[in-house]
């Protein structure tokens, strides 16, 4: 049981590069949520997802896209990349109790510098 | 007003005391509560719940006031291996996406 992993774990893009993050649960979890965490602003939504085809914006979601055609995935990707993303992206899945989520499980993270 | 709010810290304390850290939230609708650890570089990690009767878990005590609207973490004869941010979550009834705070960092010292 691998609970939730990230790929990669460290990238470094040019401006304008793209990318694709992506995130894998193998614990069945209907919610995913990706969130980028900056020094002195915590963790920050960008996407989430409450289940398989399903996707929402967060408080930061300009300049990514996500999709979430299978339900252990939850890709994050960035089309054009700017200095302003360079973070390090944490995914984390989690089960609905009583209509809301229960305990976060988060990856190790994804490092990611942007030149 | 943030809904979710802490104190920074850092909070530096010598190995064997005993530490609390308060996080208050804005939302009267808020209904499940959560403490994680953060060590530096990595992911956050549950704690432990917080729930209405208050939790224990060994040198660590969380409490809820509905009323005042706030959760507390208490840590008893600190160790070094306790440094790390210490993250408040709140969720509210009905809403997939908990609300953190930006965490308090904890230090502790020989």
């Known amino acids: 049981n691998a609970g939730v992993t990230q790929t990669p774990k460290f990238r470094v893009l040019k401006t304008g590069q793209s990318m694709t993050l992506l995130c894998a649960q193998d614990?069945?979890?209907?919610?995913m949520y990706w969130y980028r965490q900056d020094p002195g602003m915590g963790l920050r939504l960008i996407h989430y997802?409450?289940?398989?085809?399903?996707?929402a914006k967060g408080e930061v979601p300009d300049g990514y896209n996500v999709s979430r055609l299978k339900k252990q995935n939850f890709l994050l990707g960035l089309e054009s990349a700017a200095p302003s993303q360079t973070s390090v992206y944490f995914c984390?899945?989690?089960?609905?109790?009583?209509?809301?989520?229960?305990?976060?499980?988060f990856g190790p993270g994804t490092r990611l510098l942007v030149l | 007003r943030k809904e979710v709010e802490q104190d920074p810290g850092p909070f530096n304390v010598p190995e064997g005391a005993t530490v609390a850290f308060n996080c208050t939230y804005s939302?009267?609708?808020?209904?499940?509560f959560f403490w994680y650890r953060q060590d530096c570089r990595k992911e956050p990690k549950l704690l432990m719940s917080?729930?209405?009767s208050g939790n224990e878990d060994g040198r660590f005590t969380a409490q809820l006031n509905r009323a005042s609207q706030y959760i507390s973490l208490l840590i008893r004869d600190s160790k070094l291996s306790d440094s790390a941010t210490y993250l408040c979550?709140?969720?509210?009834?009905?809403?997939?996406?908990?609300?953190f705070g930006r965490g308090t960092s904890l230090i502790v010292h020989p």
């Open positions: 984390a899945s989690s089960y609905p109790v009583a209509g809301g989520p229960e305990t976060q499980y």
């Open positions: 917080v729930y209405s």
């Open positions: 997802s409450v289940g398989e085809g399903t996707t």
């Open positions: 939302n009267s609708a808020s209904q499940s």
């Open positions: 979550v709140v969720t509210s009834g009905g809403s997939y996406i908990p609300t």
């Open positions: 614990m069945n979890h209907e919610y």
